[in-house]
C-alpha cells in the first residue's frame, strides 16, 4: 500500500476543521436567545432579556421605533 499523497492529509486536516467549526456555529445558533442591549452615556453596557420585564418593554419600544421609521417618506 503506498502512503497518502500530502495534500490528501491536508485536505481531510481542514475538512475536519471546517467539519469542527461548522457544528460549533449550529450548536451556538440553537443556544442563542434575544436579547436588548442599553449603552450608557459613561460608556456602561447592560443586557437585558427577551423574557425578563425590561426587556419586553424595550422590544416593544424598539418594535415601535422600526414602525414609525418605516412610515418616514424616503428622500
Do not use: Q
Not at 467549526?21 to 436579547?35: I, L
Not at 425578563?52 to 424595550?58: D, F, I, K, P, V
Amino acid at each position: 500500500m503506498t502512503p497518502p499523497k500530502p495534500h490528501r492529509v491536508l485536505l481531510d486536516r481542514v475538512s475536519g476543521y471546517a467539519d469542527e467549526a461548522a457544528a460549533y456555529m449550529r450548536r451556538r445558533r440553537v443556544a442563542r436567545r434575544p436579547f436588548a442591549r442599553l449603552y450608557y452615556a459613561n460608556g456602561r453596557s447592560a443586557d437585558h432579556a427577551a423574557d425578563s420585564r425590561s426587556g419586553a418593554e424595550l422590544f416593544v419600544a424598539a418594535g415601535r421605533l422600526i414602525e414609525v421609521a418605516g412610515k418616514r417618506p424616503k428622500p
